[in-house]
């Protein structure tokens, strides 16, 4: 049974998208995170900078954690909710439970690589020591045509 969208879920993820748009200037996969403490106040943002930084664990949501920490001056990021435009993969999906986030909301279906539902059911494995409130498909449409537009694009990465 579906979660319940909560009614900001759409406000941040549009932000997130925002976030995911900024990644198509370094010619990154567009993907966008931010974060948001229970007091509904941004708390960071992450976008795809693989291709920026040459660095392969520069996802979107790893990048929001680590601002995330920074900010919050604790690596336990137990009062947050991440959003994302794509599912995370496995790398990400061990990121966020390491960092004990409770609640990720994400926008469009990986079938490729997707480790919240599709693929691999990483955040609600209940023979680790910490699951998510997982929350699929906020502003879907949106979110898989822009991965959609990119992809068909001839100046992508590889």
């Not at 959003?83 to 279906?109: D, K, N, Q």
């Amino acid at each position: 049974m579906p979660l319940p969208v909560d009614s900001s879920d759409q406000t941040w993820m549009l932000r997130a998208l925002d976030e995911a748009r900024a990644a198509l200037t370094t010619s990154d996969v567009p993907v966008g995170a931010v974060i948001v403490g229970t007091d509904g106040r941004l708390l960071s943002t992450g976008r795809n900078e693989r291709e920026a930084r040459k660095d392969p664990t520069a996802h979107a949501e790893v990048e929001a954690i680590r601002a995330a920490a920074a900010a919050s001056g604790n690596w336990h990021l137990t009062d947050v909710t991440l959003y994302v435009t794509l599912e995370p993969c496995v790398m990400c999906a061990g990121a966020i439970l390491s960092a004990r986030i409770p609640r990720v909301v994400f926008g469009a279906w990986d079938e490729k690589a997707g480790a919240a539902g599709s693929v691999y059911d990483v955040l609600r494995d209940r023979r680790l020591n910490h699951r998510v409130e997982v929350v699929a498909g906020v502003e879907t449409d949106a979110c898989a045509a822009l991965l959609t537009t990119f992809f068909r694009s001839a100046d992508r990465p590889d």
